[in-house]
């Protein structure tokens, strides 16, 4: 069973940062991405960022150029750097992974406020 362990949310004033971290238990060799969701009160979940094990990224058009996917392999943790950031970026987040076999995990989810 994979588990992830998440890090680094909380209350940040508008314009600061913040980096989220998830580390997860396994073979790193087992992962073909991994990835960052966030969902706000009473919406749907949506994509922020992902990376593949290639290191091949993709990101939503509302945090390109403030948000930064990466991903330690050896500890087996990605990160989302969060820059610059706004009061619609609050929400919860949520780490997720994505084995070779297809089957997704997901994290117990983060507090990302933001607000003066």
């Known amino acids: 069973q994979v588990q992830l362990v998440e890090s680094g949310g909380g209350l940040v004033q508008p314009g600061g940062s913040l980096r989220l971290s998830c580390a997860a238990s396994?073979?790193?060799?087992?992962?073909?991405?991994m990835g960052w969701y966030r969902q706000a009160p009473g919406e749907q979940r949506e994509l922020v960022a992902t990376?593949?094990?290639?290191?091949?990224?993709n990101y939503a058009d509302s945090v390109k150029g403030r948000f930064t996917i990466s991903r330690d392999n050896a500890k087996n943790t990605v990160y989302l750097q969060m820059n610059s950031l706004k009061p619609e970026d609050t929400a919860v987040y949520y780490c997720?992974?994505?084995?070779?076999?297809?089957?997704?995990?997901w994290g117990q989810g983060t507090q990302v406020t933001v607000s003066s």
């Open positions: 990376i593949t094990s290639g290191g091949s990224t």
């Open positions: 396994g073979s790193i060799f087992s992962f073909y991405a």
């Open positions: 997720r992974t994505t084995m070779v076999s297809g089957v997704n995990h």
